[in-house]
């Protein structure tokens, strides 16, 4: 983890009260694995934006509403807790599909390049070829939002986001002004130049690993697998960016933990998953990153504010609080038949949610 010792930090501050907060992208999965990601999401966040890429991929409104019920199968009683749905883009995707969605209350539509990260098999090889759909979703106001890395096997792993940026990305805003995009899980500094530089129809999401861990954490001293997740982690220079973006009060720049739960032996395997889970304490985590950046009177706008600003929500009533109380992460969490290992498991983190 990056080292901020060298930070003279304010530890008078023992609570912190703050609108309650949303999660802008994070993966549920589907069937056994919703006994375990629904009630955690629920305790930390109002609405989650469900991702799509299920296996198989909630490609129809249909799929979508069915996989709506079956989230909602799990919702603990007498929380208040919203999944918004989005439905996963392929090459066959059509026009009559945005508006169908749209007519049933359909959040948004994800991109994933075809084969990307995790589940993305079936993802798009064209962007130029689904112009078609993104007007009409730029017509019916529903947000794309993008895993923006190209899958292209001579690109770096690390220069992929930075690569997606430029060929693809640019010239999409620029031909669809009125399109409202959120370049997700943002990772480089080239991403925050690339938000900063665009009109209010454009952000970004921040995950709290990006925030709080850099490749060294990945890497250094043997390799973590419970680190390794797509975008993958980048030099400390890209995270002390996005810090400063978390941080700036800019509000093209808001939350989305990426939470996405693997079991154990998947993590720990010859080809170990992508993905980070971290719905067990995702705004602690948050709060841990911002109070190193000295920036804690930031963390609600970031958190609960910007959010429901860009894509037209109300705030949450609910108000959340924080307190000064260490707690260790669990070394494991019980997930479908087996465990997952959570983000800075057993380790101690600074703040804890009062449900008092």
Same mark, same amino acid.
């Given at each position: 983890?990056?080292?901020?010792?060298?930070?003279?930090l304010d530890f008078s501050m023992q609570?912190?009260?703050?609108?309650?907060? =949303?999660? &802008?992208?994070?993966?549920?999965?589907?069937?056994?694995?919703?006994?375990?990601?629904? @009630?955690?999401?629920?305790?930390?966040?109002?609405?989650?934006?469900?991702?799509?890429?299920?296996?198989?991929?909630?490609?129809?409104?249909?799929? $979508?509403?069915?996989?709506?019920?079956?989230?909602?199968?799990?919702?603990?009683?007498?929380? =208040?807790?919203?999944?918004?749905?989005?439905?996963?883009?392929?090459?066959?995707?059509?026009?009559?599909?945005?508006?169908?969605?749209?007519?049933?209350?359909?959040?948004?539509?994800?991109?994933?390049?075809?084969?990307?990260?995790?589940?993305?098999?079936?993802?798009?090889?064209?962007?130029?070829?689904?112009?078609?759909?993104?007007?009409?979703?730029?017509?019916?106001?529903?947000?794309?939002?993008?895993?923006?890395?190209?899958?292209?096997?001579?690109?770096?792993?690390?220069?992929?986001?930075?690569?997606?940026? *430029?060929?693809?990305?640019?010239?999409?805003?620029?031909?669809?002004?009125?399109?409202?995009?959120?370049?997700?899980?943002? /990772?480089?500094?080239?991403?925050?130049?690339?938000? *900063?530089?665009?009109?209010?129809?454009?952000?970004?999401?921040? /995950?709290? %690993?990006?925030?709080?861990l850099n490749r060294n954490d990945l890497?250094?001293?043997?390799?973590?697998?419970?680190?390794?997740?797509?975008?993958?982690?980048?030099?400390?220079?890209? %995270?002390?960016?996005?810090?400063?973006?978390?941080?700036?009060?800019?509000?093209?720049?808001?939350?989305?933990?990426?939470?996405?739960?693997?079991?154990?032996? %998947?993590?720990?395997? $010859?080809?170990?998953? $992508?993905?980070?889970?971290?719905?067990?304490?995702?705004?602690?985590?948050?709060?841990?990153?911002?109070?190193?950046?000295?920036?804690? =009177?930031?963390?609600?706008?970031?958190?609960?504010?910007?959010?429901?600003?860009?894509?037209?929500?109300?705030?949450?009533?609910? !108000?959340?609080?924080?307190?000064?109380?260490? &707690?260790?992460? @669990? !070394?494991?969490?019980?997930?479908?038949?087996?465990?997952?290992?959570?983000?800075?498991?057993?380790?101690?983190?600074? &703040?804890?949610?009062?449900?008092?």
């Amino acid at each position: 983890m990056q080292n901020y010792s060298s930070r003279a930090l304010d530890f008078s501050m023992q609570t912190l009260t703050i609108i309650y907060p =949303d999660d &802008w992208h994070c993966h549920l999965r589907n069937e056994n694995a919703l006994a375990t990601t629904v @009630p955690y999401a629920a305790k930390q966040f109002k609405r989650v934006v469900a991702m799509p890429n299920l296996q198989p991929p909630v490609c129809d409104v249909d799929a $979508a509403l069915n996989y709506l019920q079956e989230i909602k199968a799990h919702i603990p009683e007498g929380a =208040d807790f919203t999944p918004l749905m989005t439905l996963y883009l392929t090459d066959k995707t059509t026009t009559k599909t945005i508006y169908d969605a749209k007519e049933k209350g359909i959040f948004g539509c994800k991109l994933y390049p075809a084969g990307v990260t995790t589940h993305s098999t079936q993802g798009v090889t064209s962007l130029e070829a689904l112009y078609p759909v993104f007007a009409t979703m730029a017509k019916q106001q529903m947000p794309l939002l993008i895993h923006g890395e190209v899958n292209d096997k001579s690109v770096d792993i690390f220069d992929r986001e930075k690569r997606f940026i *430029e060929q693809h990305l640019v010239k999409l805003t620029q031909e669809f002004p009125e399109l409202k995009v959120v370049l997700e899980h943002i /990772t480089t500094k080239e991403a925050v130049q690339f938000i *900063e530089s665009t009109s209010s129809n454009v952000a970004a999401t921040i /995950t709290p %690993q990006h925030l709080l861990l850099n490749r060294n954490d990945l890497l250094a001293g043997g390799i973590k697998p419970h680190h390794y997740c797509l975008p993958i982690l980048k030099r400390s220079l890209h %995270q002390e960016t996005l810090i400063k973006a978390a941080t700036s009060a800019n509000p093209k720049f808001f939350i989305g933990t990426d939470s996405a739960p693997h079991a154990k032996k %998947q993590k720990e395997s $010859a080809c170990g998953c $992508a993905g980070i889970f971290s719905h067990h304490g995702a705004i602690e985590l948050y709060a841990q990153a911002f109070e190193q950046a000295n920036a804690l =009177d930031k963390l609600e706008g970031f958190t609960s504010k910007f959010g429901p600003d860009f894509y037209g929500f109300a705030y949450n009533k609910a !108000k959340l609080t924080l307190k000064r109380i260490p &707690w260790v992460v @669990p !070394k494991t969490i019980p997930y479908a038949q087996d465990v997952l290992v959570p983000l800075f498991a057993e380790k101690t983190l600074a &703040w804890q949610i009062s449900y008092e």
